[in-house]
Structures are given as C-alpha cells and as structure tokens.
C-alpha cells in the first residue's frame, strides 16, 4: 500500500468512527419498580367517626412508589368490597349523594408493576353519617312530643344533639309482652320503660360487659305488662351525642284473640 492510499484509507476510518458517534443514543427502556408500593394511611374520615356529611372527601397518605390508587366505600362492614373499586391517580375522592344516618366503611389499594398495598396494613375505616340537626323523628324529647312507633319495625334514629333523647309511647288494649332493643354499630344507650303516670317500670343500660346497647323484654305467662299505656326513653349514657342506632320494639298480645287483630297502638 503506498502513502497514498494509507492515507486515504485513514481519513476514511476517522470519518466513519465520527459518524458513528454522531448517532443519537437509543432511547432507554423504562425501569419497573423494584419493590410493592410502601405502606401507607388513610387520613379522613377518622374510623369510627360520626355525622360525617353526606358528601365527603376521602383522604389518605401517599405511597412511596405508588403509580396508582383504587379505593372502595360500601356499607357492610365485613372488611371487604361488595359494591366496586373506583380508579384515581390522585390521594383523595369526593363523594356526593351519601345516604344520610347511614354506617359506611372505606379502604384504598396502592398499586404498581409489582403488586398492591392496602392501606392501614388492609383494616378498613368506618364512619356514620347523620346531622347535628337530629333524626327525623324529632322533635321528640320529651313525653309530651312521643312519637309513634309501629311493632315490628326497625327505626334508623340518632341521638343529636348532645344530650338529646328519644320518646315513644305505647298503648296496648290488652295484656302483652314485648322486647325492646337498641343496637347498631357503636354506641352506648340507656333505655327506661315507663308507665302512664310516669312511674319507672324497668330500664336497661348494657345487654352485656361486651354490648353497650340495651334491652328490655317482658314475657306472657312471667312478667307480661298489663293493659295501658307506657313510655320508653331512649338515652345515651355520656351523653356525648350518638349519630345512628337502631330501635326494635316487638309487642306480643297475651290474648291469641287479639292476637289476629293487633289491636295495638304505639306512638
């Protein structure tokens, strides 16, 4: 090879070399995370917590290599999702249209390309929704202002404001038994049965150490009610403000005759 061509041969390498690093870089590959989303927190509705307005905002804490969220609202409370996961990207979701005195429980899932992680290590929130106003019952805090109540119902009620109680009356044409009962998802309720002139005939604070509702029953044959009018109150023991129980009152006529044609009234 004579000069000639070595050099020619050397000007080409060099423009083939810088030719070469002109090209631009290949594009890199987007990397998956190398671990489940971190721990995280739900922040509000505290669990538990009471007249929750009928459109929240659901709140919980960020989590570290979350790339998005599902979150669920039902209102079983089984820890588990019976209605649906809702999709969002963001840490928070506004809610409309709540039913009012209700018990809802909540969680979120952080998701990304290795998995999930549920909030709160997976205890889901609960709260109850409701006003300060009270239930629609009221106003019935006194004798006077009892309600009706119609046996074998089941009544959604509250006792709001602080302090607040509920009265019902009973009228029954015949000697009966009846129970009496208050439940729902926390609380701790007080109730006294009364009779016309306002004397005490029995009152119940706790079902057990465990249940803090109360219950009253009477029974045809022991110790039945006789014919007349009662009233039951409906209190909370700190008085606090309780947002949702519920109230049962069962009337069994000792009477089979009247048995067939309830003739009860319970208001």
Not at 74 to 84: E, G, I, K, V
Not at 182 to 196: Q, V
């Amino acid at each position: 090879m004579n000069q000639k061509t070595s050099v020619s041969y050397l000007i080409a390498l060099l423009a083939a070399f810088a030719a070469f690093n002109a090209q631009p870089a290949a594009a890199a590959l987007p990397q998956s995370p190398s671990a489940l989303p971190g721990s995280f927190n739900k922040i509000t509705p505290f669990t538990n917590e009471n007249g929750i307005s009928t459109n929240p905002t659901l709140d919980w804490g960020a989590s570290a290599g979350a790339s998005s969220y599902t979150y669920c609202i039902d209102t079983l409370d089984n820890s588990q999702c019976d209605s649906a996961w809702v999709p969002t990207s963001l840490t928070s979701a506004g809610l409309t249209g709540l039913a009012t005195f209700t018990h809802y429980c909540w969680q979120v899932i952080a998701h990304n390309a290795q998995g999930d992680t549920s909030a709160n290590g997976g205890a889901w929130w609960c709260f109850n929704t409701g006003s300060e106003s009270g239930d629609p019952y009221e106003p019935d805090n006194t004798w006077e202002l009892s309600r009706q109540f119609l046996s074998n119902e089941t009544q959604v009620r509250s006792l709001r404001p602080a302090g607040d109680s509920d009265w019902i009356r009973i009228d029954s044409m015949v000697e009966t038994g009846l129970v009496i009962e208050t439940s729902g998802p926390t609380g701790d309720t007080i109730i006294y049965l009364y009779d016309s002139g306002l004397s005490l005939v029995e009152s119940n604070d706790d079902i057990s150490a465990q249940n803090k509702f109360s219950r009253i029953d009477r029974f045809c044959g022991q110790d039945a009610l006789p014919a007349g009018a009662y009233y039951l109150k409906v209190s909370q023991f700190f008085a606090v403000g309780l947002n949702l129980y519920y109230l049962d009152i069962t009337l069994d006529p000792c009477d089979p005759i009247y048995t067939m044609s309830l003739p009860l009234a319970v208001r």
